[in-house]
């Protein structure tokens, strides 16, 4: 592990060092406090929780406005929860979330490329501290970050305050970095000059003003480790039928021997994708994504299976941690870490012509999508950057086992009449796809046709003759919608008893 002196170059800053109990002692109420960290890496894994301990001890009343590029660990999070009043764009801790429903937190969902945007433009008010991990310190002041970039440059730029989390526990990310900001109003906005995964258009670091660094912390934490269940029979089935629609692509759209650059959201179902793509016949596989992540390390040292990629963080398991760490220097070579206004890029995504693929909640037989709630009230999570890719993709697929057996043992259907919240519209997606199948949506074609699509070839064959029943009960019109109550009524005990009838165990929610 290297030292601390050998990761700040910078004297200045080196004589702010100060132990983390003197520097959580610039939080006060009502502060708001953007950090680093996106998806669970990079965070600042010192300063947020000794910051809940000084707030529990000292000044347990205390509410703060806490802003990260995406989710952070549970470790991080959990303590400081309870002190915080908004939060925003994006988390996954259980406290947050329980917060956030009972409606004890203000939580503000907003996609990613447009969040870092309005930090920058002054929509969430000023930001009174940025507390950032870094790697590095340079001689002049600019800081390498580390795993994520998130909002951190954005938060280095506009905040009052600057506190540097220093890492020599984790490697030095000198190189990895590409870090250019948006214009803001009036100023006019330059065209982003990317035409490659691999182009680099800003600095490999971020420059600050160092008048405004208050305290440097030393850290001596890793990435807390991401975990993932091993791959379902239906996840794998999942990813092969993916493979299917890309390989109908190719055919139907010329593609070559090119696949365009994909995108490809976390969790099981994305790193089953992914390992299949590997054993797919492309070749040289380019990845514009928000996350590096486990299945696509076996990537990084087959020269004819991969090109490049470029994302906004990297996030492992502990094996794939150690894994990354072997092939730094590899990695280095491939991957590029930008900000997430860049990575969820509207121009670059359509640019590029870049393949969004991510795994909702549910989906209608129309096409729309939940990623975030519950019953249409219950957030989860948070949009994160799947509207950016769908939105703006040359093709969105969205992905999930066509059945879930949630925690009270009950087997519900993830094809549903209609998604009580709308995340994403019939308009945003190209292609619905479960373990039964996939189904199209990239012809000129009524929205009865597209349901009878996805009934026949993406819901669980349990579920499908239900599914045509709503579709009769109806009515006319061209998206049809029961509204007649008696007729609803009816329907869901209908629904109801086939959740209850449902004969062999499902993927646990």
Same mark, same amino acid.
């Given at each position: 592990?290297?030292?601390?002196?050998?990761?700040v170059?910078?004297k200045e800053l080196?004589? %702010?060092l100060?132990p983390?109990?003197?520097?959580?002692?610039?939080v006060h109420?009502?502060c708001?406090?953007?950090?680093s960290? *996106?998806t669970?890496t990079g965070e600042? %894994?010192?300063?947020?929780?000794a910051?809940?301990?000084?707030?529990?001890?000292?000044?347990?009343k205390?509410k703060?406005?806490l802003?990260?590029? &995406?989710?952070?660990?549970?470790?991080?999070?959990?303590?400081?929860?309870s002190f #915080?009043?908004?939060r925003g764009?994006y988390m996954s801790s259980s406290?947050?979330r329980k917060?956030?429903n009972?409606?004890e937190?203000d939580f503000?969902?907003v996609h990613l490329?447009?969040?870092?945007r309005?930090l !920058?433009?002054?929509f969430?008010?000023d930001i009174d501290l940025?507390?950032v991990?870094v790697?590095r310190?340079?001689?002049?002041?600019?800081v390498i !970050?580390?795993s994520?970039v998130g909002?951190?440059?954005?938060a280095?730029k506009?905040?009052?305050?600057?506190?540097?989390?220093?890492?020599?526990?984790?490697p030095d990310?000198?190189?990895f970095h590409?870090?250019?900001?948006?214009?803001?109003?009036?100023?006019v906005?330059?065209?982003?000059?990317?035409?490659?995964v691999?182009?680099?258009?800003g600095?490999?670091y971020?420059e600050?003003?160092?008048?405004?660094v208050?305290a440097l912390?030393q850290?001596?934490?890793?990435?807390?480790?991401?975990?993932?269940?091993?791959?379902?029979?239906?996840d794998k089935?999942?990813?092969?039928n993916?493979i299917?629609?890309?390989?109908?692509?190719?055919?139907?759209?010329?593609?070559?021997?090119?696949l365009p650059?994909?995108?490809s959201?976390?969790?099981n179902v994305a790193?089953?994708i992914v390992?299949e793509?590997y054993e797919?016949? *492309?070749q040289?596989i380019? *990845?514009w994504?928000e #996350?590096?992540?486990?299945g696509m390390?076996?990537?990084?040292e087959d020269?004819?299976?991969f090109?490049?990629a470029s994302?906004? &963080?990297f996030s492992?398991?502990?094996?794939?941690? !150690?894994e990354?760490?072997?092939?730094?220097?590899?990695?280095?070579e491939?991957v590029?870490?930008r900000?997430?206004?860049?990575?969820n890029?509207?121009e670059l995504?359509t640019?590029l012509?870049?393949?969004a693929?991510?795994?909702?909640i549910?989906?209608d037989i129309?096409g729309?999508?939940?990623s975030t709630h519950?019953?249409g009230?219950?957030?989860i999570?948070? !949009?994160?950057?799947?509207?950016?890719?769908?939105?703006? &993709?040359?093709l969105s697929i969205?992905?999930?086992?066509? #059945?879930?057996?949630?925690k009270?043992?009950r087997?519900?259907?993830c094809?549903?009449?209609?998604?009580?919240?709308?995340d994403?519209?019939?308009?945003d997606i190209?292609c #619905?796809?479960?373990e039964?199948?996939?189904?199209l949506?990239t012809?000129i074609r009524? &929205?009865r046709?597209?349901?009878?699509?996805?009934?026949?070839?993406c819901?669980?064959?349990?579920?499908?003759p239900v599914?045509r029943?709503?579709?009769r009960l109806a009515?006319g019109?061209?998206?049809?919608?029961?509204t007649?109550?008696?007729v609803?009524?009816?329907w869901?005990?209908e629904y109801?008893?086939?959740?209850?009838? *449902?004969?062999?165990?499902a993927?646990?929610e």
């Amino acid at each position: 592990m290297a030292i601390l002196t050998e990761r700040v170059e910078c004297k200045e800053l080196l004589e %702010k060092l100060v132990p983390v109990e003197e520097a959580v002692k610039y939080v006060h109420d009502r502060c708001k406090v953007a950090i680093s960290g *996106f998806t669970k890496t990079g965070e600042p %894994k010192v300063f947020i929780p000794a910051l809940a301990r000084h707030l529990a001890q000292n000044a347990p009343k205390t509410k703060i406005g806490l802003f990260s590029g &995406a989710s952070l660990s549970e470790d991080v999070e959990n303590p400081i929860a309870s002190f #915080v009043g908004k939060r925003g764009p994006y988390m996954s801790s259980s406290v947050s979330r329980k917060m956030i429903n009972a409606g004890e937190m203000d939580f503000t969902d907003v996609h990613l490329s447009s969040f870092a945007r309005n930090l !920058l433009y002054g929509f969430y008010g000023d930001i009174d501290l940025a507390v950032v991990e870094v790697s590095r310190i340079r001689q002049d002041g600019s800081v390498i !970050l580390s795993s994520s970039v998130g909002i951190s440059a954005e938060a280095l730029k506009i905040a009052k305050k600057i506190i540097l989390e220093v890492n020599p526990s984790i490697p030095d990310y000198t190189g990895f970095h590409d870090i250019a900001l948006p214009s803001v109003h009036p100023r006019v906005g330059w065209p982003i000059p990317i035409v490659n995964v691999n182009d680099r258009v800003g600095t490999p670091y971020v420059e600050i003003d160092k008048s405004k660094v208050v305290a440097l912390i030393q850290s001596d934490k890793p990435d807390y480790p991401v975990a993932f269940k091993p791959t379902s029979a239906a996840d794998k089935q999942i990813a092969q039928n993916v493979i299917e629609f890309l390989l109908y692509c190719q055919g139907k759209f010329n593609w070559g021997k090119r696949l365009p650059p994909i995108q490809s959201g976390v969790g099981n179902v994305a790193n089953a994708i992914v390992s299949e793509l590997y054993e797919s016949p *492309f070749q040289k596989i380019r *990845f514009w994504t928000e #996350v590096f992540q486990d299945g696509m390390m076996r990537y990084v040292e087959d020269d004819d299976k991969f090109e490049s990629a470029s994302a906004t &963080a990297f996030s492992f398991s502990e094996a794939s941690r !150690l894994e990354f760490q072997r092939l730094f220097a590899r990695c280095r070579e491939k991957v590029v870490l930008r900000p997430m206004w860049l990575s969820n890029n509207a121009e670059l995504i359509t640019r590029l012509y870049v393949i969004a693929m991510n795994t909702p909640i549910e989906v209608d037989i129309y096409g729309h999508v939940n990623s975030t709630h519950v019953d249409g009230s219950r957030v989860i999570n948070g !949009l994160g950057g799947s509207g950016d890719f769908f939105r703006h &993709a040359y093709l969105s697929i969205v992905h999930s086992p066509s #059945v879930r057996r949630l925690k009270n043992g009950r087997t519900v259907s993830c094809i549903m009449p209609y998604v009580r919240h709308i995340d994403h519209t019939e308009h945003d997606i190209h292609c #619905v796809v479960t373990e039964q199948g996939f189904a199209l949506n990239t012809e000129i074609r009524s &929205a009865r046709r597209r349901a009878e699509d996805i009934i026949s070839k993406c819901a669980h064959p349990h579920f499908r003759p239900v599914l045509r029943d709503y579709l009769r009960l109806a009515g006319g019109g061209d998206e049809p919608r029961a509204t007649n109550m008696e007729v609803l009524h009816s329907w869901w005990k209908e629904y109801d008893a086939c959740c209850r009838s *449902f004969p062999d165990p499902a993927p646990e929610e």
